[in-house]
Structure formats: structure tokens, C-alpha cells
């Protein structure tokens, strides 16, 4: 049984850094596809970062350069580090990982989601 929980979700102001984790449970999450997406009220979820079975590394445009998706494989956890956060920003943002029958990014199927944390950026 795969399970996604994300947390570290919060206020913070512009400029401001937050880091989210994602624990991941129920197999070997380090060999797959892991990414981190957001979706704002009224608006289409879209991907924000993913890192692949190899270690590599994929960002959306609007988040390049101020995002990072650090993996701690001896703690199942993966992260979003979030620099210079910008009020546009703000969005629930879930961890997903690779599984069948979910949307493809990025190559991936995400077929496991985690319930999402709230980011708000002023």
C-alpha cells in the first residue's frame, strides 16, 4: 500500500524560502519517478519539479533557478525547496510518484498522490 504524506506547508512572505517534505511508504520509492506539483484555486494543476530513477532532475520554467528536488533515499523522503517564494507561488502543492493509471509528466506516470500541504506567499 503506497502512501504519500506531505508537510512543511505555511505562511510565509515574499522573498521567504519553505522547505516541504514528501515520506513516501509501500516500496522502493528511490526507483521511480518522484515530482512535486501545485495547483491554485481556479487555476489547472501543473507540474513544478520531478527527479527521475537516476537522479535527474526537472523543474517547470516559472521555477527554475529558485526550486530544488532533493531526495533522501535512507529516509524515503523527498523534497521542494523553495527560495525567493513569489506571491504566484501560492497553491496547494502534492507529492506524487510513479504508478500506473496516473497522468503522464515529464515520462512519468504519477499514479500516487499525497492529500497536498497549503503554501501561501504574501
Known amino acids: 500500500h503506497v502512501q504519500l504524506v506531505e508537510s512543511g506547508g505555511g505562511s510565509v512572505q515574499a522573498g521567504g524560502s519553505l522547505r516541504l517534505s514528501c515520506e513516501f511508504s509501500?516500496?522502493?520509492?528511490?526507483?521511480?519517478?518522484l515530482a512535486w506539483f501545485r495547483q491554485a484555486p481556479g487555476k489547472e494543476r501543473e507540474g513544478v519539479a520531478v527527479?527521475?530513477?537516476?537522479?535527474?532532475?526537472g523543474y517547470d520554467d516559472s521555477v527554475k533557478d529558485r526550486f530544488t528536488i532533493p531526495r533522501d533515499v535512507s529516509k524515503n523522503t523527498v523534497y521542494l525547496q523553495m527560495n525567493r517564494l513569489k506571491p504566484e507561488d501560492t497553491a496547494t502543492y502534492y507529492c506524487?510518484?510513479?504508478?500506473?493509471?496516473?497522468?503522464?509528466?515529464?515520462?512519468?506516470?504519477?499514479?500516487?498522490w499525497g492529500l497536498g500541504t497549503q503554501v501561501t506567499v504574501s
Open positions: 506524487a510518484s510513479e504508478g500506473a493509471g496516473g497522468p503522464w509528466v515529464w515520462g512519468c506516470p504519477f499514479g500516487y
Open positions: 509501500g516500496y522502493g520509492s528511490y526507483h521511480y519517478c
Open positions: 527527479i527521475d530513477r537516476d537522479g535527474r532532475t
